[in-house]
């Protein structure tokens, strides 16, 4: 039996509507992923903005106080050690020729890596691609300089997306409780508390991740100097940033700063910082990243792999540094709605078999 034409034109504009939708948010994913990065940031500076609040009275005064604290460390951090990382990648970029050589040299002293060498002249393109890196830093200074748009385009959608967000963080708060309200009485008590979890996850996930990168880079820029160890600035800020990714980051960042010891003082170096960077990992594993998690929420880790590899195909790195928080917030949703189903008040079940038809008060035989 064919389906009614009403039936069919219906199916039809539902389709055409979802085709649409779609589409749309294609064309808007660059504001739509602004909104969602704003809306993150909000969340994860709550904590901060309830705290200053007690003191100010004033949430917006709060809000700003916070933003502004926000934006000035990382200006303050780049000022203070900017111009020692471009100096000193500078200096490693000509120096680059010189680690070569004496590479070239220990390998020529190793019967092994000599045989190597005989076979596949490492050393020969090692040196030619060296001795180009200088040549080509005026190449690439030249292309740099033709990025400025690109640039412009990036300053302005970071000022975007903060003055959504210090929007989203004066006033998120009542338009989440207005559209709560909204919801039948029963759900609301527990639709506050989804959201006050989703907050302190993401905001305490957000806070112990920056402490953890920051005590990474800290301790290795203390164990480069003391290793006497070249570049310990640039490494340092390398290594926090990496840490800053689940699970890959850091043995990332250890084995960039591991190549570097290589050509500065192989083996001592390179072997006491693979020994430090082992230990390190462990201790952050075991005690650093635990607490970080107890703030925010357990996460198997699988799921950690499966959203920071979603996250980074969607959104690149900065995909991959909000996956895990993502991926907590969805997991709290999740499971509050799974109780609510769970816990809904059943509507009132049918009349008994057999009692249809008998007067009131009257008793079934046994």
């Known amino acids: 039996m064919a389906a009614p034409p009403r039936i069919i034109v219906r199916n039809l504009l539902i389709v055409a509507g979802v085709a649409l939708a779609v589409y749309l948010i294609y064309l808007l994913r660059r504001p739509i992923t602004w909104v969602v990065i704003a809306a993150f940031i909000a969340v994860a500076v709550s904590g901060p903005v309830h705290f200053v609040e007690r003191y100010v009275r004033r949430r917006s005064l709060a809000v700003l106080l916070v933003y502004v604290v926000l934006v000035a460390v990382p200006i303050g951090i780049v000022t203070l050690i900017g111009g020692t990382i471009v100096r000193q990648a500078t200096e490693l970029v000509a120096d680059l020729p010189n680690y070569v050589r004496e590479a070239s040299e220990f ?11 005989q076979d596949y002249d490492i050393t020969g393109k090692l040196q030619e691609q060296a001795a180009s890196l200088p040549g080509r830093v005026g190449d690439a200074a030249g292309t740099l300089s033709g990025l400025g748009l690109a640039v412009v385009n990036s300053i302005f959608a970071l000022v975007t997306i903060l003055i959504l967000s210090v929007f989203l963080g004066n006033s ?14 029963e759900q609301q008590g527990r639709l506050k508390r989804t959201a006050d979890r989703v907050g302190q996850a993401v905001g305490g996930y957000v806070a112990g991740a920056l402490a953890q990168a920051t005590l990474a880079g800290f301790t290795t820029y203390v ?5 006497g160890v070249p570049f310990a600035a640039p490494l340092a800020v390398l290594v926090a940033l990496f840490d800053l990714i689940p699970l890959v980051g850091a043995t990332i960042g250890a084995a960039a700063v591991g190549i570097v010891t290589f050509f500065a003082n192989f083996p001592v170096a390179t072997i006491v910082w693979a020994i430090w960077s082992i230990l390190y990992q462990q201790v952050e594993n075991t005690v650093i990243q635990p607490q970080i ?21 969607l959104f690149g790195v900065l995909g991959a540094l909000l996956a895990v928080p993502f991926a907590a917030a969805i997991q709290i949703v999740v499971r509050e709605y799974l109780e609510l189903r769970r816990y809904a008040p059943q509507p009132p079940t049918a009349v ?15």
């Open 172 to 185: 998120g708060r009542r338009w989440l409780d207005a559209a709560i309200r909204l919801r039948p009485t």
């Open 107 to 117: 390998i020529r002293q190793n019967k092994t890596l000599n045989g190597l060498e």
């Open 293 to 313: 998690q107890k703030r925010a929420v357990q996460l198997n880790p699988f799921l950690v792999i499966v959203a920071v590899l979603f996250g980074s195909t």
């Open 352 to 366: 008994a078999a057999g009692s249809e038809g008998k007067p009131p008060g009257a008793v079934t035989a046994p």
């Open 223 to 227: 164990v480069l100097l003391i290793l």
